[in-house]
């Protein structure tokens, strides 16, 4: 089936750089895409999300990219910080309705550690 | 803001009884409710889609007498693990979908141990 994954496993930044996580999907029916932080023994929590209609979206400290033409979605933490070390997941979904709305496939995972 | 509460946090049980996990809605309404599991340096994978009221849409290789699912109301879903072996142990986190695709919310998981 289609899935989404990630190029990079593990990612290693000092405090203070810039951190892009990537990541690939492969379902073109897909229309929104989340990016979501995991701590350990905790579930998911939201970061940012984007819609198709979108290539671009700013939060406070992230960005993330959407390249449909690769199918590409990268989340940027700027000025990243040792609290920010967490594995990484992005998600796809689709925003139609029925019983698929809400229901997500997530990627692979980037584990990223900032060092002091 | 929303908040999704799974109980228990940490469960061990023996082989061959049967678990129950609860995951409710604190302040909204959850007429749509999804299962996922999350095995050691995993990603989450999609086990069900619980919908109040009916039964429950399973995945692909997801054995629906094995794990049952209950949505009774619009604020509770529970997850049975039954006859559970040590190769169901694993994290089992669930989400709330409530209005919006912003308002999925997830809880913070149930640790599974099967002994």
């Known amino acids: 089936g289609e899935s989404v994954g990630l190029h990079l496993p593990t990612l290693s930044v000092q405090e203070g750089d810039n951190s892009i996580i990537n990541c690939a999907y492969s379902?073109?029916?897909?229309?929104?895409f989340i990016w979501y932080k995991q701590e350990s023994g905790k579930g998911p929590q939201f970061i940012i999300d984007?819609?198709?209609?979108?290539d671009k979206r700013q939060g406070q400290r992230v960005t993330v990219l959407l390249n449909k033409t690769v199918k590409h979605l990268s989340l940027q933490i700027a000025a990243t910080q040792p609290g920010d070390s967490a594995v990484y997941f992005c998600?796809?979904?689709?925003?139609?309705?029925?019983?698929?709305?809400?229901?997500?496939?997530f990627g692979q995972g980037t584990i990223l550690t900032v060092h002091p | 803001g929303a908040v999704v509460s799974q109980h228990p946090s940490r469960v061990i049980c023996k082989s061959g009884t049967s678990v129950k996990i609860e995951c409710r809605s604190l302040?909204?309404?959850?007429?749509?409710m999804f299962w996922y599991r999350q095995f050691p340096k995993q990603s989450l994978m999609l086990m069900a889609t619980?919908?109040?009221?009916?039964?429950?849409?399973?995945e692909q290789g997801v054995e629906k007498d094995k794990f049952l699912i209950n949505h009774a109301s619009l604020t509770l879903s529970t997850l049975t693990v039954t006859s559970a072996h040590p190769e169901d142990s694993s994290f089992y986190i669930c989400?709330?979908?409530?209005?919006?695709?912003?308002?999925?919310?997830f809880g913070n998981g149930t640790r599974l141990t099967v002994t």
């Open positions: 998600a796809e979904g689709w925003q139609g309705g029925g019983t698929s709305y809400g229901k997500l496939t």
């Open positions: 379902n073109s029916a897909s229309d929104y």
């Open positions: 302040d909204f309404q959850a007429t749509t």
């Open positions: 619980s919908n109040e009221g009916s039964k429950a849409t399973y």
């Open positions: 984007i819609r198709s209609n979108m």
């Open positions: 989400s709330a979908r409530g209005t919006g695709l912003r308002g999925l919310h």
